[in-house]
């Protein structure tokens, strides 16, 4: 089942059976399950009828329970369990009668899993095995529904949506800017723009330049874009801000050197004729991080391949040094003025 499939089944109410809902825009995931669970339950009857289970803390036996149960007043009973991961969690004996239930479901009970926190991928493209033989039979029965990170266009529209639904007004580039300032994590663009609209009834770009801090992440790719061109003043400036937001040093020379070795990879991409596309091929970079892929191209547009091969050997240096004993921030400032 698809995202707009499963909007349309909420906003018919005419939810059955079983779900579950992931993906890496945990945003989008935790308002459809909210959504779905109050299509099914109103308020009134959620007393008797609702039974909310954090995975970490459920007992499996209870929850198969409550999915046996009879509604009470109503026309139908909800169970959700949230961030269910198989990979850490010990429940392999109990997956035999859970996946019994999950196939003998009552038709009075919709079951409803959802992982706003946890990662079924362990970070990589497609569930673990474990997670995956889940989703498989859960997909035999009920139906699941991936949520990953929206484009640029398509978050710009949703904050839009929210901006209009608190009475306010933003345009489509302050949208987006929302967006790129909050490293395309939605839930985080959600909350500056609540902030924003209790600031003023029409959002601006100056708006959100003003208001809306920077992530570090952000700052990092401001950085790297600044050391690919060559652009020292830019740079030094960039690292300062850094500094002062007491970014660790550790995780910074982990980040900066990433992103350059990102850029020099489709700096070799362009001078080799490949696109954009061929370049996140290549590199195994999934559709949802598009936007990596935007950031490396573009900043390797303005780069020289020989600054970033020497990029390159200086970073991995400094890494060396730093777990050699040197002062990380003084030793990744040297880099950098070194780079330059």
């Known amino acids: 089942m698809t995202k707009k499939d499963l909007e349309r089944t909420i906003k018919a109410g005419d939810a059955g059976g079983v779900y579950f809902i992931y993906g890496t825009d945990a945003y989008t995931v935790g308002e459809l399950a909210h959504a779905l669970r109050d299509s099914v339950v109103s308020p009134d009857e959620r007393t008797f009828n609702l039974h909310e289970y954090q995975a970490k803390e459920m007992d499996i036996d209870e929850v198969i329970g409550s999915c046996e149960a009879l509604p009470m007043f109503a ?9 269910l991961d198989l990979e850490t969690l010990r429940i392999s004996d109990k997956l ?29 493209k497609k569930p673990t095995d474990k997670n ?16 990953d990170k929206m484009t640029s266009g398509e978050a710009a529209r949703e904050i839009e949506a929210r901006v209009r639904g608190n ?23 959600m909350n500056e723009a609540d902030k924003l609209c209790a600031y003023t009834d029409s959002i601006t770009e100056a708006d959100v330049a003003a208001l809306t801090p920077e992530q570090d992440d952000t700052k990092v790719y401001a950085l790297t874009d600044a050391i690919a061109a060559g652009d020292r003043e830019r740079a030094v400036s960039c690292f ?20 350059i070795n990102d850029i020099y990879k489709a700096k070799l991409a362009q001078l080799g004729g490949r696109t954009k596309a061929d370049y996140m091929n290549d590199c195994g970079i999934p559709k949802v991080f598009a936007f990596k ?23 991995s ?14 030793a990744i400032e040297e880099a950098i003025i070194k780079i330059m």
Request: with cysteine.
């Open 75 to 83: 026309e139908r009973v909800c169970v959700t369990v949230c961030d």
């Open 96 to 124: 035999k009668p859970l996946y019994k239930e999950i196939e003998e479901l009552p038709d009075t009970t919709v079951l409803i899993f959802y992982t706003d926190a946890a990662d079924l991928c362990a970070g990589k």
């Open 132 to 147: 995956k033989r889940m989703l498989d039979k859960i997909a035999k029965s009920g139906n699941v529904i991936v949520c």
């Open 167 to 189: 009475g306010g007004s933003i345009t489509r580039s302050a949208a987006s800017l929302i967006y790129t300032r909050c490293v395309s994590d939605l839930r985080t663009a």
């Open 240 to 259: 300062g801000k850094l500094m002062e937001s007491r970014t660790d040093p550790i995780y910074l020379l982990y980040i900066i050197t990433g992103s």
């Open 293 to 315: 892929a935007d950031n490396a191209f573009s900043a390797a547009s303005r780069a020289d391949i020989s600054r970033l091969r020497r990029a390159m050997k200086i970073l």
């Open 317 to 330: 240096d400094t890494d060396i040094a730093v777990k050699s004993g040197a002062l990380p921030d003084i």
